[in-house]
């Protein structure tokens, strides 16, 4: 049983920062890809990023590809997204994934365990 929390949602001007931090408990995190996922209200659920389980390897939305960061620490059981350069599109809701796999992957049905999600507004 792994569970996720999500932090550092907030609302941001366009073109500031902002860095979310998945903390996640259970032993399987640090071997399991992890992801981060977005869904705006009245829009599908968004793939963002996603890292594979060594945190050496990762794959990016084109949405959000030279803007947005992921990162984990194993050590401490967390997963970070560092969010540069945001736009008003990128309003939503931002939660974070835990996958059955290893390899880092985009594809939502590859997640099991999911948190609650943080919000964050970007404002123009």
């Known amino acids: 049983q792994v569970q996720l929390v999500e932090s550092g949602g907030g609302v941001v001007q366009a073109g500031g920062s902002l860095r979310l931090s998945c903390a996640a408990s259970g032993r399987t995190f640090s071997s399991r890809a992890g992801g981060w996922f977005r869904q705006a209200p009245g829009k599908e659920q968004e793939f963002v990023a996603s890292?594979?389980?060594?945190?050496?390897?990762?794959i990016y939305s084109p949405s959000v590809q030279g803007r947005f960061t992921i990162s984990r620490n194993n050590a401490e059981n967390t997963m970070d997204l560092q969010m540069n350069s945001l736009k008003p599109e990128d309003t939503a809701n931002y939660y974070c994934?835990?996958?059955?796999?290893?390899?880092?992957?985009?594809?939502?049905?590859?997640?099991?365990?999911w948190g609650q999600g943080t919000q964050v507004t970007v404002s123009s």
């Open positions: 890292i594979n389980w060594r945190g050496d390897e990762a």
């Open positions: 994934g835990s996958s059955d796999t290893n390899y880092y992957t985009a594809t939502p049905a590859a997640y099991r365990y």
